[in-house]
């Protein structure tokens, strides 16, 4: 997996260098005497991936590690979709060693989830899932994974943060440990001290591009896993509730300007005709401050309550107009011609987007709904920039919100995939930069980003 430039937010999978130390707390005594329950649930996964050459040069073949845990006896095995993603094999060792082949049987990239299924000679022992909902700041818990491809390693910490954006997803809710996760780790459960999984381990923050956990690790919430687990059981797929809007969080500013006593709640943006919305009688301008008698925190939440209420539902609305409060009824839908949506994201009205920690960019195929958004011609083509984290290579070349990556290495992309693609093919040909022609507000023009060996 590729590595992050500074500061970045990295995929705890693959291999990486030595970490540097953090300290952790004391367990309990009870928590020590619940480990050796809880490691035979937890596998650890080893992948194999082709990258294609460029120009005739032979395809290369990269291997990397990651972590799981057992959902059913009979062989159905959770990790983080990043882990498996393209692999051409996948390999799962227990803790007695047993390596079995595995296949993808289900998998949700925009929730970072893949279901697994091994066919193991007698029946495996299983996780047993808690309730991520009563997560507390300072509770004690224990991460158990396959950190440097070490296997069986445990740590623990507390929960040092809940909610985090750490803007994989318009609708994060990340639970930050201080338990020490790296590379190797995605995909492992989170338990907390009675043993039972309240988060997946997804993704660490590193102040540089060698170093490993530093204390700041986060973890999927199990209750969102489990949603997500029920809609790949169920169809296949995920097919999140959608009432045909977009919004975006109500500022102080914001708050004034409609006569709210405070900033709270999203106001809506757009209204897509023929709606569940423009159904129920929403107008642009009206905030959005309860849904289905849950009152969201901030507009990420209110997107995982739409996204995760069942379709054909009608809850009530409560919303902020004309400086007083109404309450209308709205029946969630699905988003019409999504064959295979991703989690949540129709809520946004987002289109699929891929996290490029490498070049510290969030990449998205262009729709006609960005082309508006970020004011391109109907024809142009390319992908589009969505995000770039602080102090990466990305932002130091000038990159911004709404350039078009056109091509790279002199081809022409229009997915995310391709630009990885392309920058793979670079590092397969050892070369030290990679071209890029970005269309931006300023014009036309070309830059270099420096790739790692």
């Known amino acids: 997996m590729p590595r992050s430039a500074l500061c ?56 990397g590690v990651g972590s799981g845990f057992i959902l059913g006896a009979a062989g159905e095995i959770l990790t983080n979709h990043h882990v498996v993603a393209g692999t051409s094999e996948i390999v799962v060792t227990l803790q007695d060693n047993t390596q079995l082949r595995a296949e993808i049987v289900a998998e949700s990239p925009a929730a970072d989830l893949a279901l697994l299924r091994v066919r193991p000679d007698k029946p495996l022992p299983t996780v047993t899932l808690g309730d991520s909902d009563r ?21 623990s910490g507390i929960v040092s943060g809940l909610n985090r954006d750490i803007h994989a997803t318009e609708f994060d809710s990340f639970i930050q440990t201080d338990a020490a996760i790296n590379h190797g780790n995605s995909g492992g459960p989170l338990f907390d001290s009675h043993g039972e999984v309240i988060g997946m381990n997804a993704a660490i923050y590193s102040p540089t591009d060698d170093s490993g956990s530093i204390g700041l690790g986060f973890a999927i919430p199990i209750n969102i896993v489990k949603f997500v687990v029920g809609q790949l059981h169920r169809y296949g797929r995920v097919r999140p509730g959608w009432i045909g809007l977009t919004y975006q969080p109500v500022t102080n500013e914001i708050a004034n300007a409609v006569g709210l006593p405070r900033a709270q709640g999203a106001i809506i943006s757009r209204i897509l005709p023929d709606s569940p919305s423009a159904r129920a009688g929403l107008l642009v301008g009206d905030v959005i401050l309860d849904f289905a008698q849950a009152h969201p925190s901030d507009s990420r939440a209110l997107s995982r309550e739409i996204g ?146």
């Open 8 to 63: 970045a937010i990295l995929l705890a999978a693959a291999f990486a260098t030595a970490p540097h130390g953090t300290s952790a707390r004391t367990m309990a005594p009870s928590e020590i005497e619940l480990i050796p329950s809880l490691l035979p649930a937890v596998v650890n996964i080893s992948f194999t991936k082709i990258v294609p050459g460029a120009n005739g040069a032979p395809a290369r073949r990269t291997h």
């Open 135 to 155: 997560l507390r700041v300072g509770q004690p818990v224990i991460a158990i994974g396959n950190p440097l491809g070490l296997g069986g390693s445990v740590s």
């Open 308 to 453: 995760m209420t069942p379709r054909d539902t009608t809850v009530p609305l409560t919303i902020w107009r004309d400086n007083a409060q109404l309450q209308l009824p709205i029946t969630v839908s699905e988003q019409p011609g999504l064959a295979t949506p991703p989690v949540m994201a129709a809520t946004m009205q987002m289109p699929v987007a891929m996290q490029s920690p490498e070049m510290g960019l969030r990449l998205a195929s262009l729709t006609d709904e960005l082309r508006r958004k970020y004011s391109l011609g109907t024809d142009q083509q390319g992908v589009a920039v969505q995000h770039i984290m602080a102090g990466t290579v990305a932002a130091d070349r000038g990159l911004v919100e709404g350039d078009v990556i056109v091509n790279v290495q002199r081809q022409a992309v229009s997915t995310p995939d391709e630009v990885t693609a392309r920058i793979e093919s670079a590092k397969a040909r050892n070369l030290r930069y990679a071209l890029l022609l970005i269309r931006g507000n300023d014009g036309t023009r070309w830059i270099t980003l420096p790739l790692e060996p």
